[in-house]
């Protein structure tokens, strides 16, 4: 919110508010998701992303309306901040995606080893050809950038699929959990 109070001195778009409140209705789910887990458990230091994507799926799907969504998404358990991160990077993503992508939006995670990689595509038209995250004014990317290399200490690529359409790959080492 206060990102957009410095781009948007005056107002704050319809779009924005609709963008922000996904996001607080997603950190809402997954505190919902640890408040039932610390009642059974008070020592709650890791969730599993498969019922963070669970309890955010209905509002997901409610945002995306027609366009539909598919959940591709391994069992890791994740601590309770990194969690947090991939729903709002999840959001953020599939906002992006409603935004200027086309046809249903698939959501993957996928573990090989140590590392953990969140994917979101489409099939819409793709990032134009001169497109640089670096350089692109949009704070929807300087969020995603920050939450991937401080909260994840990952990296993040953008690329056009072969067969039509955008897709961002999250890439981020999977911490131990007893580490913490």
Do not use: W
């Not at 948007?8 to 408040?35: C, M, N």
């Not at 640089?132 to 290399?149: F, K, M, Q, R, V």
Request: no cysteine.
């Amino acid at each position: 919110i206060g990102m957009q109070q410095m781009k948007h001195a005056e107002f704050v778009s319809v779009a924005e508010l609709e963008r922000l409140t996904q996001h607080i209705q997603s950190l809402a789910s997954i505190h919902d998701l640890l408040t039932q887990q610390a009642r059974t458990d008070a020592d709650v230091i890791s969730v599993s992303i498969r019922a963070v994507m669970e309890k955010l799926l209905p509002g997901l799907q409610l945002m995306v309306g027609e366009r539909g969504i598919i959940f591709y998404i391994a069992d890791l358990h994740l601590p309770v901040r990194h969690s947090t991160t991939v729903a709002v990077l999840v959001n953020e993503l599939i906002s992006n995606s409603l935004k200027h992508g086309k046809g249903t939006i698939e959501v993957g995670l996928a573990i090989q080893d140590r590392t953990a990689t969140l994917e979101v595509r489409d099939s819409g038209p793709g990032f134009p050809e001169d497109f640089n995250p670096e350089t692109a004014a949009n704070t929807g990317l300087d969020l995603i950038s920050s939450l991937t290399t401080i909260d994840l200490a990952g990296t993040v690529r953008y690329e056009n699929r072969p067969e039509g359409g955008a897709r961002v790959l999250i890439t981020f080492p999977i911490p131990a959990i007893n580490a913490l």
